[in-house]
Structures are given as structure tokens and as C-alpha cells.
Nanobody, 127 residues
Framework: QVQLVESGGGLVQAGGSLRLSCAAS????????MAWFRQAPGKEREFVAA????????YYSDSVKGRFTITRDNAKNTVYLQMNSLKPEDTAVYYC????????????????????WGQGTQVTVSS
């Protein structure tokens, strides 16, 4: 049974930081591109950041570039999202995702290309 379990969400003031974690089980973690998506109220789910199998390459949406950092620890089957300089527009439910692929050439991808989803964790940024 595949499980992606997020943690670390919460309420923070604008300009603050949060670190999301996602522990994966039931998959060969090192063979999956890991990414974070988010969904704000009334909006479609959007790509935030992704990381290659080895962790050697990362890609970010323009809205978070320079503020968020995605990393992974294949020994712990865990992916992280460090979020700094948070803004009220970052308020959303954040989802950890896994996509089975031997290669990731970069760029954002659609939610329909994701194989596995976590249950989501709420991030709320107050102004």
C-alpha cells in the first residue's frame, strides 16, 4: 500500500518560514520524481516544485523560485519543502506527490501526470 504522509503545515505570519516533510512508503522512493503541488481555495491544483531521482536537479514554479527549496533523502524515503519569506498568496493545501519515471528533464508538469498523492497539509499565511 502506497502512502505519502505530509507534516509540517500550520499558521505563520507573512515573512515567516515553514518546513514541510513527506514520508513515503510502499514505493521504490529512489525511482520516483518527487514534487509538491498546492491548491488554494477556489483555484486549480498547481505545480510548486520537483526534484530529480538523485536530488541533483530541482525545478520551481516562478511564484516560489528563490523562496522555496525542495530536497530529498533517499535513505529516509523523505522529501522536504523549505518555505521562506512566505506570503499570504502561498496559503493553500500542499500535497506531496510521486511520479514514476526514470528521467526528469525539468519543467513543471500536470497533476494528471502524478502517480501518487499525499493527503495534503494546510499552510496558512496571515498578513
Amino acid at each position: 500500500q502506497v502512502q505519502l504522509v505530509e507534516s509540517g503545515g500550520g499558521l505563520v505570519q507573512a515573512g515567516g518560514s515553514l518546513r514541510l516533510s513527506c514520508a513515503a512508503s510502499g514505493i521504490t522512493f529512489s525511482r520516483h520524481i518527487m514534487a509538491w503541488f498546492r491548491q488554494a481555495p477556489g483555484k486549480e491544483r498547481e505545480f510548486v516544485a520537483a526534484i530529480r531521482l538523485s536530488g541533483s536537479y530541482t525545478y520551481y514554479s516562478d511564484s516560489v523560485k528563490g523562496r522555496f527549496t525542495i530536497t530529498r533523502d533517499n535513505a529516509k524515503n523523505t522529501v522536504y519543502l523549505q518555505m521562506n519569506s512566505l506570503k499570504p498568496e502561498d496559503t493553500a493545501v500542499y500535497y506531496c506527490t510521486g511520479r514514476y519515471s526514470p528521467y526528469y528533464s525539468g519543467g513543471a508538469y500536470s497533476a494528471k501526470d502524478v502517480n501518487y498523492w499525499g493527503q495534503g497539509t494546510q499552510v496558512t499565511v496571515s498578513s
